[in-house]
């Protein structure tokens, strides 16, 4: 299982970003079936919890609540993440991870926001 994470880049506080997580090398109802979601690592500190989907719902940290949006798109096998009012404090590296087997997880895409 490959997860490509993309969409980072560098932004303005308040501005928006989407990135996107693209899976490849498992069955859709893998894919389907199993737990989705962001995770980001800030300079210095341990990778935290953004985001998750799954059959039940969808889960959000406290600091993103109200700015962030998870989504998936089962049929593409990706799973987004919309960012909206960006902070400074968000910038970080943004890892996707499917929760199955071990767990996979993507590459990471950098975001940074300027204040």
């Known amino acids: 299982v490959q997860l490509q994470a993309s969409g980072g880049g560098l932004v303005q506080a308040g501005g928006s970003l989407r990135l996107s997580c693209k899976a490849s090398?498992?069955?859709?109802?893998?894919?389907?079936?199993?737990?989705l979601g962001w995770y980001r690592r800030a300079p210095g500190k341990e990778r935290d919890l953004v985001a998750t989907i799954d059959g039940s719902g969808t889960n959000y940290a406290d600091s993103v609540k109200g700015r962030f949006t998870i989504s998936r798109d089962n049929v593409k096998r990706t799973v987004y993440l919309q960012m909206n009012s960006l902070k400074p404090d968000d910038t970080a590296v943004y890892y996707c991870?499917?929760?199955?087997?071990?767990?996979?997880w993507g590459q990471g895409t950098q975001v940074t926001v300027s204040s």
């Open positions: 090398g498992t069955i859709l109802s893998v894919f389907n079936s199993n737990t």
């Open positions: 991870n499917l929760k199955w087997q071990s767990g996979y």
